[in-house]
């Protein structure tokens, strides 16, 4: 059907009309949803991370259909994370830590699992996190865990064998690079500042057009943004887009990580054990008996034996023992609420000098 421009926005503004009735409507079910679960007893925060994903996953399944697009899945999945942020704020509001200060790729993916509608706090450090969602000071916690080039990041690891909290979600990333500066010429940069897991994923182009300028690692890319526009002249920093724009700094060069595909993968920390959804990852941590040969091999064949797809391994040596000592973390396709799952853990668990559910939650959607 054909239309002219003018009877095309009168039929926007109509769709626009009956959109925001049908949100208002949703959000004041929301409400309702609120009170029930008072009146059964449940005073605590409404966020349900099963829920949430069943909800972003049946609009991608939407958009499948044959009345489905234009719009793409990522797209969807982006409105309808903000409708959903926005009426769980009805029913109770979250604060968020997460690390800081303010442009970190952490506070995007903040944006990304949980919408603009929560409190997000900037924290200077992982360890910080992990004490503020303890403490009660913030609701959940958004910590790095794994860079697709850099690999994994050893203070999240660290802090998740001692920590009381659970891991509730997961968010995967897109990470682009920029080489922010208040300089407008690349040839004056003397210095770099960056998070060594960025350096890491820039090591191949700031070798091929920086290979003078001095790298100095800082806690977040954020702050080291914030220092390049605080020193000025000679001094550049490697972060994102939206921290150029925080700190008024000019992008000499885009997209500088070595790998396009280039994905950080964040963990939602808490104190939930969300529902199984049937697209779940189980974490664990655990420990071999030393000085027996194939302890490894003996931790790891309950897995094999329940079919369970191990989906990513790390080891990280154990504090205050000799070197040959080692946690193994290890994620595998499952919840803990499949009877099969934890059969095979009680197997693990019975073999393991030191073993740990980390937490059952679901599978990123996008």
Not at 66 to 88: F, K, N, Q, V, Y
Not at 107 to 133: M, N, T, W, Y
Not at 339 to 351: E, F, I, T, W, Y
């Amino acid at each position: 059907m054909s239309r002219t421009l003018p009877e095309a926005r009168v039929v926007i503004d109509a769709l626009d009309e009956h959109i925001q009735r049908l949100i208002s409507e949703r959000a004041r079910i929301a409400q309702e949803v609120a009170h029930i679960k008072l009146k059964q007893g449940d005073t605590g925060d409404h966020y349900r991370p099963a829920r949430e994903a069943e909800v972003l996953r049946k609009a991608i399944a939407r958009n499948q259909l044959p009345d489905g697009g234009p719009l793409t899945d990522d797209a969807i999945a982006r409105l309808m994370r903000e409708i959903m942020s926005a009426c769980l704020s009805l029913e109770s509001p979250l604060t968020i830590a997460y690390l800081g200060p303010e442009g970190t790729y952490t506070q995007a993916a903040v944006l990304k699992h949980f919408g603009d509608a929560v409190k997000a706090r900037p924290l200077s450090g992982i360890d910080e996190i992990f004490r503020d969602v303890e403490s009660g000071g913030a609701d959940y916690g958004v910590v790095p865990v794994e860079n697709s080039i850099g690999g994994v990041v050893t203070n999240t690891l660290d802090a998740l064998v001692n920590t009381s909290l659970r891991i509730c979600g997961e968010v995967a990333l897109p990470v682009h690079h920029h080489l922010l500066s208040a300089e407008t010429d690349l040839a004056r940069v003397k210095t770099i500042y960056a998070h060594p897991q960025s350096f890491a994923q820039c090591r191949t182009w700031l070798d091929a057009r920086c290979p003078k300028a001095e790298r100095e690692t800082v806690s977040s890319n954020g702050q080291g943004a914030k220092m390049a526009a605080e020193q000025g002249a000679g001094v550049a920093a490697i972060a994102s887009a939206q921290a150029g724009q925080l700190n008024a700094l000019n992008i000499l060069a885009s997209n500088i990580e070595d790998d396009p595909s280039n994905t950080t993968r964040f963990l939602i920390i808490g104190r939930q054990n969300p529902a199984i959804t049937g697209q779940d990852v189980t974490a664990v941590v655990l420990s071999a008996h030393r000085n027996q040969p194939g302890a490894l091999f003996s931790l790891l064949q309950p897995f094999a034996d329940a079919k369970l797809d191990l989906t990513r391994i790390e080891s990280r040596p154990i504090k205050g023992t000799p070197v040959q000592d080692y946690f193994f973390f290890v994620d595998f396709a499952g919840h803990t609420n499949d009877p099969q799952v934890l059969a095979a853990l009680d197997a693990v668990r019975a073999n393991a000098a030191f073993f740990k559910i980390l937490g059952s939650y679901p599978k990123a959607v996008m």
